[in-house]
């Protein structure tokens, strides 16, 4: 039994392997700036952040390694993000699914305007 779990783990690898060798000959896959950054501003910018994590751990082949994503996330805040990341519960800090939750929570969404909307003030 243990045998076949290991085959699995070996071919499931090479699967992703040959997978990302496949894309990168039909498709050209951009490196993602590696230069990703969260100051702490709104929940825009946090979106940004956690998806250029994201997307530079998949070009780097580590979109399964949360223990590096929350790594390199905790060492690429400044400012205010750095301040809120210091008052964290330890345990937020060490997960990174927690870590993305408490961004969000933190740093809602902010839904652009439409030019086309008209602004109405609540008296």
Same mark, same amino acid.
């Given at each position: 039994?243990?045998?076949?779990?290991?085959? /699995?783990?070996?071919? $499931? $690898?090479?699967?992703?392997?040959?997978?990302?060798?496949? %894309?990168?000959?039909?498709?050209?896959?951009?490196?993602?700036?590696?230069?990703?950054?969260?100051?702490?501003?709104?929940?825009?910018?946090?979106?940004?952040?956690?998806?250029?994590?994201?997307?530079?751990?998949?070009?780097?082949?580590?979109?399964?390694?949360?223990?590096?994503?929350?790594?390199?996330?905790?060492?690429?805040?400044?400012?205010?993000?750095?301040?809120?990341?210091?008052? %964290?519960?330890?345990?937020?800090?060490?997960?990174?699914?927690?870590?993305?939750?408490?961004?969000?929570?933190?740093?809602?969404?902010?839904?652009?305007?439409?030019?086309?909307?008209?602004?109405?003030?609540? /008296?």
């Amino acid at each position: 039994m243990a045998d076949a779990e290991g085959e /699995w783990c070996l071919l $499931a $690898a090479v699967s992703r392997i040959l997978v990302r060798m496949v %894309l990168s000959q039909c498709v050209h896959i951009e490196t993602p700036k590696s230069e990703v950054v969260f100051q702490g501003i709104n929940g825009n910018e946090c979106e940004a952040f956690v998806t250029g994590i994201r997307e530079l751990a998949f070009a780097k082949g580590k979109e399964e390694d949360s223990h590096w994503m929350l790594h390199y996330a905790t060492i690429r805040l400044r400012g205010k993000a750095l301040r809120w990341h210091a008052k %964290l519960d330890p345990s937020v800090k060490k997960d990174w699914d927690l870590f993305v939750q408490a961004l969000f929570e933190a740093y809602p969404f902010v839904e652009e305007r439409l030019d086309a909307e008209i602004a109405t003030p609540v /008296w």
